[in-house]
């Protein structure tokens, strides 16, 4: 037998725990969510960083299609009526080559715009002291393929800041002067203790010259960009060693110095493994491109080489030897490391390592010169 027991119920009461009932539903999708993050409380746990591949895109679609950057549209001039949907890029977190004076590079999109500003964000959480820098945006000299989306504003070519300067600050490199302090190797062979080496001058020096750049990727997520005929310290990656400190491989290999043009990926470059005092460790080339881009500076440092980019490089090109050509400029740097420079010097390449480009010729053999690197007929 079952007995029910009803409770009779005013209309006022009724109203209350209706009121009630709607109350606890409303606020129970609130309860929910209070934690910090998805899922009732539960922290996401830290993004996993890995760098790309060579040759792997992100998003993993090819660029023109509608899952990346979408299809051209059409070229923008500043004559067009779309040349208003470009807008200038004042972020002073970003560093504009603007080679061409115009501001061209600072003009985008909005919606590029904002993605760079949150890159260069990115960037100065990952690496203090190192900005975001823009080689090239808008275009509107051609210098592009027929439907490169550097003509609508919604492309760029980006890169970090150039060299390591003393404090661990970042300096363009048309910015050095003599006198600056910059990280190099302490042994002419790139294994020694990173230091501080003074700037003695300019070896080269030509801002408005156009020339054929490659930029070297690493595993490390750096890349550095010289021309073809520059030195570079790269090793063989498969004779090194884990460093324990930093999971990184640490190189065992005898380093050798090679032109920019002949790196290839699977070799490995020396980068920094901290400030003064740290051993330069070795990353995998991940990929190799070539451009052709304006402005050429190449600093003598009292070491005979320099960190760009967090990559060791030479401060030597056109001869395929780095001891060769620390010896040979053994007598400039004593001069300029006795007495500095004696006056300002002018743009192009110093008649001293002009003249030992002539004498080369003339006591080496042909194949120890990059084909570019001689200066009648550097590209």
Known sequence: MRISFFLPLTASLRATVLLLLLLLILLAPASEGCGPGRGYGKRRPPKKLTPLAYKQFSPNVAEKTLGASGRPEGKITRNSE??????????????????????????????????????????????????????EGWDEDGHHSEDSLHYEGRAVDITTSDSSAVGGASKHMRDLHPGDRVLASSTTDGRGPLLYSPVLFFLDRQPNSTKIFY????????????????????????????????????????????????????QCVLTPGGEAGSRAVASVVTFVTEQRSSGLYAPLTQHGSIVVNSVLASCYAAVDSHHLAHWALAPLRFFYGLLGASEPQTDGLHWYPWLLQKLGRTLLDAGHFHPWGLEQGQR
């Open 82 to 135: 779309r040349f208003k949907e470009l807008t200038p890029n004042y972020n002073t977190d970003i560093i504009f080559k603007d080679e061409e004076d115009t501001g061209a590079d600072r003009l985008m999109t909005q919606r590029c715009k904002d993605k760079l500003n949150s890159l260069a964000i990115s960037v100065m959480n990952m690496w203090p002291g190192v900005k975001l820098r823009v080689t």
């Open 215 to 266: 930029t070297i990727g690493t595993d490390s997520g750096v890349n550095v960009t010289l021309t073809a005929a520059h030195l570079i310290f790269i090793t063989d990656c498969t004779e090194t060693l884990k460093d324990p400190l930093l999971d990184r491989p640490r190189s065992e290999a005898e380093p050798k110095s090679v032109f920019a043009s002949e790196v290839r990926p699977g």
